[in-house]
T-cell receptor, first 117, second 115 residues
Framework: DTEVTQTPKHLVMGMTNKKSLKCEQHMGHRAMYWYKQKAKKPPELMFVYSYEKLSINESVPSRFSPECPNSSLLNLHLHALQPEDSALYLC????????????????FGPGTRLTVL | AQSVTQLDSQVPVFEEAPVELRCNYSSSVSVYLFWYVQYPNQGLQLLLKYLSGSTLVESINGFEAEFNKSQTSFHLRKPSVHISDTAEYFCAASDSGAGSYQLTFGKGTKLSVIP
């Protein structure tokens, strides 16, 4: 299996809802990432997990809560989002963890298109 | 950390014509370079990468890019484009040191192939 999968593909939620995005990879990668991408912009890094531990939080609001239950799975829990949070949410993974591992390319999933009403 | 500049936000080109998408990076330290392609309503797909070795790298669908250290560039080229190449193209860079996680993206170039 050489791909990153994300579910759901599309999600519409109200500002009071709680929902979760799911990302899975079975390539044995040690690092996993969440990105947010607005229309016509490059992806912006949100969180990085390395060896199942949160390594990087790029000052993301607490209404976004990441979770890494195991080495293959990454979740993003959403609560009390704002309409400006509507975007494409991309998950990625890379073979090496850090510190210590060598950086390698990131493999991206297809994304979840989130709309907040 | 790197910074990446994609000089053209949009590039229209006729089908079967050649194309060059330009990318420059900032840092003088060792660097890894990538081109990603994003088709409408899809995620990013890795098109090609430079990690070390030969400065000319090729993809399976006819694209190539050349790492030019003196000009800090990694331009993407294709000798003859197809309608299906219409997409957004992102150049990205990372420091090559162990433990470097950050992938810095350019702002993207929208390639539009005209029939």
């Amino acid at each position: 299996d050489t791909e990153v999968t994300q579910t759901p593909k599309h999600l519409v939620m109200g500002m009071t809802n709680k929902k979760s995005l799911k990302c899975e990879q079975h390539m044995g990668h040690r690092a996993m990432y969440w990105y947010k991408q607005k229309a016509k912009k490059p992806p912006e890094l949100m969180f990085v997990y390395s060896y199942e531990k949160l390594s990087i939080n790029e000052s993301v609001p607490s209404r976004f809560s990441p979770e890494c239950p195991n080495s293959s799975l990454l979740n993003l829990h959403l609560h009390a989002l704002q309409p400006e949070d509507s975007a494409l949410y991309l998950c990625a993974s890379s073979p090496g963890g850090f510190p210590g591992g060598n950086y390698n390319e990131q493999f991206f999933g297809p994304g979840t298109r989130l709309t907040v009403l | 950390a790197q910074s990446v500049t994609q000089l053209d936000s949009q590039v229209p080109v006729f089908e079967e014509a050649p194309v060059e998408l330009r990318c420059n990076y900032s840092s003088s330290v060792s660097v890894y370079l990538f081109w990603y392609v994003q088709y409408p309503n899809q995620g990013l797909q890795l098109l090609l990468k430079y990690l070390s070795g030969s400065t000319l790298v090729e993809s399976i669908n006819g694209f190539e890019a050349e790492f030019n250290k003196s000009q800090t560039s990694f331009h993407l080229r294709k000798p003859s484009v197809h309608i299906s190449d219409t997409a957004e193209y992102f150049c990205a860079a990372s420091d090559s040191g162990a433990g470097s996680y950050q992938l810095t993206f350019g702002k993207g170039t929208k390639l539009s192939v005209i029939p």
